[in-house]
């Protein structure tokens, strides 16, 4: 073949290749883009903590954005029409909504990550057993404990009390709810451990006093970097229950 043939074909084989590299690159990007994952949230939620702890552990990349409930913006409506409410996950374009039907999202969807839910369908069921207690109980009674005065005021801190006896009876002396493993359970409890100070100021009673096995599960949880970089300050809490307070004019 002559030389000046040789260099043609070996340019035009070399513009194929930088002009297929450049494709394959922009298919790579689109589908990242399909796949972008977006958050609506609110700092202190401990619902959208749920879903910030979950896609942590699976390391999922996102974009946090953060909603003001008081003038909610059109994606949150348009996501959650029905609730209107955060957290809201959008991935690929698709809205899933509630924070525990998130959390089992990302566990489906980011399959090769360590499993939120247990194997077992058992294990499973009654891991969203004590999911479905603890978004029942806990945040419900919670307010009342800094809502309410009164006799109302002492037993929402009696039935407190006892919400915690029975999650510590059922965390028993286990590392985590489901065994040695972080999971479900204690994704959709963890983030209320940083509301534990603010309950317990608000209703008159230690939480480590009634369940230290709880609280010391809770300091076991803040090890991990998914909980110590989702979770706020106690403090930064109470303050911002105090300020809901003083809106609210409850003294």
């Known amino acids: 073949m002559p030389q000046t043939a040789s260099l043609h074909l070996t ?13 394959e690159r922009e298919r790579e990007r689109g589908a990242r883009m399909a796949e972008a994952v977006v958050l609506l949230d609110v700092w202190v939620s401990p619902f959208g903590q749920r879903c910030r702890i979950a896609l942590a552990e699976k390391g999922v990349a996102y974009e946090y954005k953060e909603e003001d409930l008081a003038n909610k913006s059109p994606l949150l409506l348009q996501a959650n029409p029905v609730h209107k409410k955060i957290p809201v996950l959008i991935h690929d374009g698709k809205p899933v909504c509630e924070s525990l039907v998130i959390v089992q999202y990302i566990d489906e969807v980011w399959s090769d990550g360590a499993p939120i839910l247990p194997a077992d369908p058992y294990a499973r069921a009654q891991a969203r057993f004590w999911g479905d207690f603890v978004d029942k109980k806990i945040y419900d009674c919670g307010i009342r404990l800094w809502k309410l005065k009164g006799e109302a005021h002492q037993e929402a801190k009696k039935e407190f009390i006892e919400i915690l006896k029975v999650l510590e009876a059922e965390l028993g002396d286990r590392k985590y709810f489901g065994g040695d493993a972080f999971g479900y359970v204690d994704i959709a409890l963890v983030p209320f451990f940083a509301w534990f100070y603010t309950y317990e100021t608000c209703g008159g009673f230690s939480v480590e006093a009634e369940a230290p096995k709880l609280v010391a599960w809770g300091k076991r949880c803040m090890e991990r970097e ?21 809106k609210y004019g409850i003294e």
């Open 226 to 246: 998914s909980v110590s970089q989702t979770l706020y300050d106690p403090l930064k809490v109470y303050e911002f229950v105090c300020s809901l307070k003083k």
């Open 11 to 23: 340019n035009r084989l070399h513009i194929h290749i930088v002009l297929e590299s450049e494709s």
